[in-house]
């Protein structure tokens, strides 16, 4: 989708260079973005294209920054953008990247720094607000919102906006049950552990729906769908029953053959609220699950 066409134009009010001058008015660009920008034209200086970032400017100059002319991409080895518009962000995230940086003075790269980095090529002063998060051991399908009033909208009528979350999980074993559904109340501990209770003691009602659609010797598939969306909900549920997710220590996994947490959220399917269009986003089931099942399915033949 191509960015909208924006300017922005700043008056100069005391000498400096040009470099400076961006770096102290766009904060939250990089210098090499800024570089770019240059390079391609998209600085102006009193009315001309500038290309020098050493440029010494005087008191009353004018500096334009005319961000709509060149359509950027995104290209990142950690996550996939799969839908972009004026409200939303919509990407297929890897497992081992943070979904948010632990904090605003921690360095550390995160779903949320790249999507920002990404959205102030195109505008400097744009800004990125989280919805929802997924454990940065988790893969998978996630939503991030482009305006304070859109995150704050989804956050209140997410559970009438979303219409399905369904993640697919790698356990230890099979449950005795091929379909079920798991309720019980979360809370967390001091050590950051979340713990169930199915009786109301403080924790959060949790609710996740669960069905078997593959099973081999030792692993089994489970297409899980969420009613609730709490912190570690699906691994603490499926521990709960006796069946950790592969990888998944935390939460009493004792194998790990494929070095990964084996949890995908697969599918995101909403009623946009500014368009009122019905979006669905799928991503398919990362291949090293299907092998792992595969290969355990043929052990016993070659021993």
């Given amino acids: 989708m191509r960015p909208r066409n924006k300017q922005t134009t700043l008056r100069v009010r005391e000498s400096c260079i040009l470099m400076d001058f961006l770096?102290?008015?766009f904060s939250g660009m990089s210098r090499t973005s800024m570089k770019g920008l240059?390079?391609?034209?998209?600085?102006?200086?009193?009315?001309?294209?500038e290309t020098k970032y050493n440029l010494r400017l005087d008191p009353g100059d004018v500096v334009l920054l005319n961000s709509g002319n060149v359509n950027y991409e995104l290209r990142s080895s950690h996550l996939k953008l799969l839908y972009e518009d004026d409200y939303l962000l919509v990407i297929d995230k890897n497992e081992g990247l943070l979904s948010v940086t632990a904090s605003a003075t921690k360095e550390g790269l995160s779903a949320f720094s790249i999507l920002l980095n990404y959205l102030q090529k195109k505008d400097p002063q744009a800004r990125l607000y989280v919805v929802h998060r997924l454990d940065k051991a988790t893969s998978g399908v996630m939503m991030f919102a482009k305006t304070p009033e859109m995150q704050h909208y989804l956050r209140?009528?997410?559970?009438?906006?979303?219409s399905e979350r369904t993640y697919m999980a790698l356990t230890e074993g099979c449950p005795e049950k091929k379909e079920d559904t798991i309720v019980s109340y979360l809370h967390e501990n001091?050590?950051?552990?979340m713990l169930?209770?199915?009786?109301?003691?403080?924790?959060?009602?949790?609710?996740?729906?669960?069905r078997v659609v593959r099973e081999s010797t030792h692993y089994c598939l489970l297409r899980v769908n969420l009613e609730t969306g709490r912190k570690n909900?699906?691994?603490?549920?499926l521990?709960?029953?006796?069946?950790?997710?592969?990888?998944?220590?935390?939460y009493g996994a004792s194998t790990n053959p494929i070095g990964r947490l084996c949890l995908h959220a697969k599918t995101l399917a909403f009623r946009h609220p500014a368009t009122e269009s019905d979006l669905r986003f799928e991503t398919p089931v990362p291949r090293k699950f299907n092998a792992l099942l595969m290969n355990d399915e043929e052990e016993p033949s070659r021993r």
């Fill in 196 to 210: 169930s209770s199915h009786h109301d003691d403080g924790g959060k009602l949790s609710v996740t729906h669960y």
């Fill in 233 to 237: 909900q699906i691994r603490v549920h």
């Fill in 190 to 193: 001091r050590a950051q552990i």
């Fill in 23 to 25: 770096s102290r008015h």
């Fill in 239 to 250: 521990a709960e029953i006796g069946h950790p997710i592969v990888g998944d220590n935390k």
């Fill in 38 to 49: 240059l390079r391609n034209g998209n600085i102006c200086v009193n009315g001309h294209p």
């Fill in 156 to 162: 209140d009528h997410w559970k009438q906006v979303i």
